[in-house]
């Protein structure tokens, strides 16, 4: 089965700027649309950017002009610069992956991410 691992998550200052990493592993034909989500404590999970497979990316207006995502073979990245304490949240990698068995969204496990002031 198809596992992503997210890797990158770290304590920053405001203003500095992080790299996330989302590797996809396991038997598959492709991978799909790829997405960036991100949980605050005591908040429910939001959309942070969209990666379509015709590589147009859609961004949520909290993190437009500051987030990039990018993807590799197997891979989807996030980068976040100009951090604000408000980033602060759990971020996971999100994957459209079409199995041999069938098409199926994927998640993995998440990486901390804490912005200091």
């Known amino acids: 089965q198809v596992q992503l691992v997210e890797s990158g998550g770290r304590t920053v200052h405001a203003g500095e700027s992080l790299r996330l990493s989302c590797v996809i592993s396991?038997?598959?034909?492709?991978?799909?649309?790829m997405r960036w989500y991100r949980q605050a404590p005591g908040k429910q999970r939001e959309l942070v950017a969209t990666?379509?497979?015709?590589?147009r990316t859609f961004y949520e207006d909290f993190v437009k002009g500051r987030f990039t995502i990018s993807r590799g073979h197997d891979m989807s990245f996030l980068q976040m610069d100009s951090l604000t304490p408000e980033d602060t949240a759990r971020y996971y990698c999100?994957?459209?992956?079409?199995?041999?068995?069938?098409?199926?969204?994927?998640w993995g496990q998440g990486t901390q991410v804490t912005v200091s002031a």
């Open positions: 990666l379509l497979s015709d590589d």
């Open positions: 396991g038997p598959k034909i492709s991978v799909n649309t």
């Open positions: 999100n994957a459209e992956v079409r199995e041999f068995s069938g098409y199926r969204t994927a």
